[in-house]
């Protein structure tokens, strides 16, 4: 593309060097840049872009997008943010592919994953291809396999590319995870949504947002964008749902879900069994009979979250049934490792989700059976979970093994410390530390019975750990049927 046609569009506030060199490519990253690819100076938490230009022209980078004028002899577009216009730049350089897809937007703390696999999957049901775009990667259809992808929300560049290479599959319709961050951080700019879905919101990355108001306002970012004729779909039970919808442009078709607030989709008759979960949904004069082989109650509202974006997109209750009821647990998400004992591996890791886990894996505890809850905390991010999942895993759970998750730069020992803070009493009869992820999981084999439950929480569907010097395989998955056996 000329770079001509993108100062057409990106509109800098001011060009010096120009000539109309011929951009092939986008890069962010000096290491991986490309000959004749624009190299875009962000400027980042700990990096700042501008300090690598000239390595990136060195490199073969033939123009810069930056914030300030630089002594390199190239094209230069200057702007006042350069992570506000490298999403115009993107959208620009793939041609804009979201306004010519339905995109669909989720977001919210916990529930995110599932929700858009659930909605994939309904719109499949209903002879529809839908791609996915996610934690895990993304895919271009529930059975096709999975994509890497670096951020819950890739950054704009590979955002637009991943869109594009949708939009030249015929595939036309795409629900994508949008993260706080992304929304902050301009990722998803440019981006043209048909409609968007909140799950909830509670306590998590205040190491990135500070304050639970600043999360709020980057999530409410994709509601207030919204346009005309789009629709915006809102768990009502949640205690930020009203502040959302006040910020929601009153000419978007909203739908509401819940199961304690009167919503326009409700769930009830709610009865969990140890093979799922099963309720009747309710919208307008119609009554549905779903089981799902899901369970807890967060499965309940990422039902209800899928049926009302479905409805939203004229989908109807029956093909959303048809779908859910098919449907297995998500790579990490409440998985079923092992049955004997029953040993599920999930991603929680904030106290909300740790709580919604564990309030699930009760209902499924024999009652001359324990709940055993392995876990631990992530460094280099918010400091002040620590404590409060302590307490929760205590409250909740019969015996609690506490370990490390991914400690990046922080002591193992010292994350510890601090979850052991919440804790009212520290009893080495239902207490147990090991900061070796690998070593706790062994220990399961001598604290569980066949007739426990066992939660491992945190790592999902990772199958890495992050240490603080590398970055080494681990899979709680893998661990656990080495600790316990293949089961199947």
Known sequence: MELSKIIKEVEPKEVLNFKDVDICGISYNSKTINSHEIFVCLKGEHVDGHNYAQMAFEKGAVALM????LNIEIPQLIVNSTQEKIADLSACFYHNPSKELNLIGATGTNGKTTVTHLIQKIFEQDSKKCALIGTLGYKLSSTSEYFEAKHTTPQAPELQHTLQKILKSDILNVVTEVSSHSLEQNR??????????FTNLTQDHLDFHITMDNYFNAKAKLFENLAKGTFAVINNDDKYAKRLIEKTPKDVNLITYGVKNKSDLMAKNIEFTSSGVSFTCEYQDKKTDIKLKLNGMFSVYNALAAIACALANNISLEVSKQALEQTRSVAGRFEIVTTTPLVIVDYAHTPDGLENILRAARELTPKDGSLICLFGCGGDRDATKRPKMGKIAQELSDKIVITSDNPRSEDPQQIITDILSGLKLINPKTVFVEPDRASAI?????LAQDK??????????EDYQILKDRTIHFDDREEVARVFGSQE
């Open 188 to 197: 998803v700019r440019k981006c043209h949504f048909s409609g968007a879905v």
């Open 452 to 461: 426990d439950v066992v939660i491992v929480a945190g790592k999902g569907h």
């Open 66 to 69: 930056c914030e300030k004028p």
């Open 442 to 446: 062994k220990m399961l084999k001598t």
